[in-house]
């Protein structure tokens, strides 16, 4: 079509087209945009219905589990005469077949007396001769008194501070470690159920119990 051989009316009437088709397109988008926003808003509202209803039975199963293994728990401490008193327990069948292992994981946590401890151990370090053995002491010890980014020392250094000062024999060292060792109080965490299974290979496999793991 050749623009140039148009009438005026007839540029009009091509005009009023283009624009009608623009327009019609425009809504045509806008409406399949908006069908997608209420098919995003419906899928999104009956997920989490589903997954709801699956958090509240995986709770109910939880404590479940957890109940019926405190009575157990208690039937063993009276049976064996022992308190136990541990962070988890493992149960299995006799054929060795299934395993539940339940418990509570913890975090490092102290009370403020901790810092008592640490000011303590540095007074020690300071009295220290600049010789290189000296020096090799006090920078392994500042390496392990150095705070996580919680603010908590981590207990596993604590237990290396503690043969260091029991190595070292000094009292006030030694005194600084207790007063850290004291300051602990682990903060439980969350509770955690883990399930093996033999398969027919007789090796172990692990039971998912989160979605993530599925």
Do not use: H
Not at 124 to 153: C, F, H, I, P, Q
């Amino acid at each position: 079509m050749n623009l140039d051989n148009l009438t005026p009316e007839q540029m009009a009437q091509l005009k009023q087209r283009i624009d009608a088709k623009e327009k019609a397109n425009k809504a045509r988008i806008q409406a399949d945009r908006e069908a997608y926003s209420e098919l995003v808003d419906e899928t999104v509202r009956s997920m989490v219905e589903r997954l709801q209803k699956l958090s509240k039975e995986m709770a109910a199963v939880k404590a479940g589990v957890f109940a019926a293994f405190d009575s157990i728990i208690q039937t063993k401490e009276e049976l064996f005469k022992v308190k136990i008193n541990r962070k988890s327990d493992t149960f299995s069948t006799r054929d060795g077949q299934m395993t539940i292992s339940l418990g509570y994981r913890t975090l490092d946590a102290y009370d403020n007396t901790v810092d008592a401890g640490i000011a303590k151990v540095k007074e020690y370090l300071a009295t220290l001769a600049k010789d290189d053995n000296s020096a090799a002491l006090v920078e392994t010890v500042m390496s392990l008194l150095v705070k996580n980014r919680k603010g908590e020392l981590k207990a596993s250094r604590v237990l290396e501070l503690q043969k260091l000062a029991e190595k070292s024999g000094d009292p006030d060292f030694m005194e600084g470690i207790s007063i850290i060792k004291d300051a602990y109080k682990p903060a439980k965490s969350g509770q955690f159920i883990t399930v093996t299974i033999k398969n027919d290979e007789g090796k172990d496999e692990n039971l998912p119990l989160s979605i993530g793991a599925m």
